[in-house]
DNA sequence: TTAACTTATGAATTGTTATTCATATGATAA
DNA sequence: TTATCATATGAATAACAATTCATAAGTTAA
């Protein structure tokens, strides 16, 4: 029974340190939002075509095979939550990712999906 | 005009690396799965809490502040996804952050959410 | 084997979110 | 200034997901 009272004394610390570093409800509900924005198909598409490089609306709409519409209400959900940024080029928007955390996010994402575990 | 050609290139470039390395439909769709798994703020404190170490139910139930059946379901959701996984210790089960890449992507997460950008 | 404890699950309700269509806005060139 | 091209947006519908409640299932100890 002593290995169980190690782990019972474990995890009464992993309980302390999860209660002590939990963020608040509203740090946790943005972090939430922005996982979510990059969590439908449809966006993380987008995402991925961006992790290319900058594309505009029109070349995007063709990289994910959806109508313009769509793909304008998507870009404005990943924009909202700083996923994407957008620059104006004449009668064009020009979308690229909006930073280095999100790119890491990405790529560890695609990773995953290599190495299939 | 020299610029805009550059540009135009660019993007034409861009656009081929996007068309050639997107991912097909069941990957795309399991990776968006994955990823929305985590981004419901419940499932998040759930994956946040166990960032700390493994814990068991009741103490993730305290630990997130829900009730014993929505944790549960969480908790299906998460396993089911291949976030997290579990053991059974007597009449308790364990549940535990399932591999490295998650962790990462937890840490990469809360990094986010410090500097705030 | 019964009682007590811990976790899991099905069904129903409620709340959210994506997509579509129609149209508006903004930019350029004729 | 009008016509054209590129993008954005509001409203409605339709698809999906979270939470709750009641209860089941697995485990241990008496």
Redesign the pocket.
Known sequence: MQDSIKEKTEHEEHMRCALESMPCEDDLNELA?RF??IS????LKILLALSCGEL???HL?QAVG????????????LKDHRIIK?R???????YSIADGHILTMISVAKEHLNCND
Chains 1, 2 share one sequence.
């Open positions: 939002a979510k924005a439908e198909p449809s966006r505009c609306v029109e709409t959806g109508n313009q519409s769509a793909v304008s209400h998507q870009l404005k959900t957008c104006r080029a004449g009668k064009q928007v020009i």
